[in-house]
């Protein structure tokens, strides 16, 4: 395949990543409890269908299953630099196959 169809479908899955995120805009809340050098700052609710019990530490499967999800960078910003990185390696390989 050529270099520059492969960038230009990186560059449309980038620009629909970023769309989704923009158009859904996961929500997310700051823990003001915690300070600035802690790794978990941010919380959100997330979807895991495969979880394991605490008190039975056993695997299951429930759809419904929302936890309360906390981490290092929010889940908006994660999908952001996710489709932004798409987007710059489609780019680049676009760029590769103008200079062959």
């Given at each position: ?21 923009t ?30 019990n ?5 695997w ?5 299953h ?12 994660k999908?952001e ?11 680049f390989l676009?760029?590769l196959?103008?200079i062959?």
């Amino acid at each position: 395949m050529n270099l520059a169809v492969s960038g230009l479908i990186l560059d449309m899955i980038g620009v629909f990543i970023l769309t989704l995120t923009t158009m859904i805009s996961p929500r997310h809340g700051r823990r003001e409890d915690v300070k600035w050098y802690n790794n978990k700052r941010y919380w959100w609710i997330g979807w895991r269908p495969f979880y394991k019990n605490t008190k039975t530490l056993k695997w299951f499967f429930m759809l419904k299953h929302r936890p309360v999800v906390e981490g290092i960078i929010p889940p908006k910003h994660k999908l952001e630099i996710i489709g932004f990185l798409f987007i710059t390696v489609g780019f680049f390989l676009q760029l590769l196959d103008i200079i062959k």
